[in-house]
């Protein structure tokens, strides 16, 4: 199995016997690692004495050395590119709390691969094909450069009719509630968008006492988060238990996703609520205090993720995010790792990697082979 067939194929690949699956993504990282060792001169400064050579194995993948995504937050972060400014085909941003934004930048076989590959797997996790989308989220056209909206702009192409109901950040549940009601009886009905929104819209109908019976194959897909700027968490149970009582979805119809704008991963929920990690990326949990140890699976740590895709720049990226991978049999028969967020990483700083970057723009002192004559465009 290659990564073409990973990525046009991740319902296949996420079920193959587990020693193919370790041996396929073991080769598709270290032919990644390969290309950015060769063409990307400060990731290569950052790998000091280790080559491509060094990674052999499955046990091995650990070693590539990681980027943390705090880098994508900085001025200078067009150095992370592997790829030159001129092949950017996408911009994605995100701003957190603290306001500054992480940019991450694709060239276009990055785009389409991840394309191909996400959609790939909603077909596998949801099976959708046909029905009606009540996106509760901004559109693309409104925030063309919001990840999150971009990964869930994928899925009309699954939906004969769909509607964005987050216009100029407001959200109407009366004009949600419409919609739905216009398409009861014609088509299934799916409601998709972060976890508050959707809670915010079983609000609306608890305190109006509107009864909602969603039909029998409807799903409710979420991403983004289940933790407000404020601090204030919703539980997941309490979640699923209205979404049963207010909407008549059940539980195994009601998913969630976990990703992040810098990587090409997104774990997708089974029936049984595990988050699996497709394919083409490895997720490795760091010690906290000392992020080139890993720990074994079950053990709470940084999430590491490590992804085969990406050619516009290194995918091997340490987050700020804390959780547990799991590697044992999924009751749904998919192989792999499933993943499990946590939280966020408390006092989350950026060490000596904005120094490093920093470093190379003003001295280019990092390393004697790092020279820009030499490096691809945007170096």
Not at 171 to 187: H, I, N, Q
């Amino acid at each position: 199995m290659n990564l073409a067939a990973m990525v046009g194929m991740p319902g296949e690949a996420l079920r193959v016997p587990r020693s193919e699956w370790r041996d396929a993504l073991t080769d598709a990282l270290r032919a990644a690692f390969a290309y950015h060792h060769e063409k990307n001169a400060f990731y290569r400064a950052q790998c000091g004495e280790l080559t491509p050579a060094d990674v052999v194995n499955y046990e091995d993948l650990h070693r590539i050395p990681l980027l943390p995504v705090g880098m994508f937050k900085q001025a200078g972060s067009h150095v992370l590119l592997t790829a030159g400014l001129a092949d950017i085909d996408t911009e994605i941003r995100s701003t957190g709390t603290g306001g500054v934004p992480s940019v991450a930048r694709r060239d276009a076989l990055t785009t389409t691969r991840a394309s191909v590959g996400i959609l790939g797997g909603y077909r596998d996790f949801f099976g959708i094909s046909k029905g009606a989308g009540l996106f509760l989220c901004p559109s693309t056209a409104e925030v063309p450069e919001m990840g999150m909206v971009k990964v869930f702009n994928l899925m009309t192409a699954m939906l004969d009719d769909h509607r964005y109901l987050v216009r100029d950040y407001s959200f109407d549940p009366e004009e949600s509630l419409a919609y739905l009601r216009r398409w009861e009886g014609t088509m299934t009905r799916h409601i998709i968008g972060p976890p508050f929104i959707v809670a915010r819209f079983m609000r609306y109908l608890e305190l109006e006492s509107i009864p909602v019976r969603l039909d029998p194959d409807s799903m409710i897909i979420m991403l983004g988060g289940w933790k407000q700027y404020t601090g204030r968490s919703i539980s997941r149970e309490e979640f699923n238990e209205k979404a049963e009582r207010f909407l008549g979805v059940q539980r195994p119809r009601i998913r969630d996703m976990y990703g992040m704008i810098e990587s090409n991963m997104l774990a997708i929920e089974c029936e049984h609520h595990r988050k699996h990690v497709p394919p083409w990326c490895y997720v490795s949990i760091r010690d906290i205090t000392d992020p080139a140890v890993e720990l074994e699976p079950g053990k709470t740590g940084g999430i590491a993720i490590l992804d085969a895709l990406n050619t516009s720049y290194p995918g091997f990226l340490l987050s700020d995010d804390v959780g547990e991978v799991d590697e044992s049999e999924c009751p749904c028969g998919r192989t792999g790792q499933t993943v499990r967020f946590r939280r966020r990483r408390q006092g989350a700083e950026l060490g000596c990697c904005a120094v490093s970057i920093e470093k190379y723009l003003d001295s280019h002192e990092i390393v004697a082979e790092c020279d820009l004559a030499d490096a691809p465009m945007g170096r």
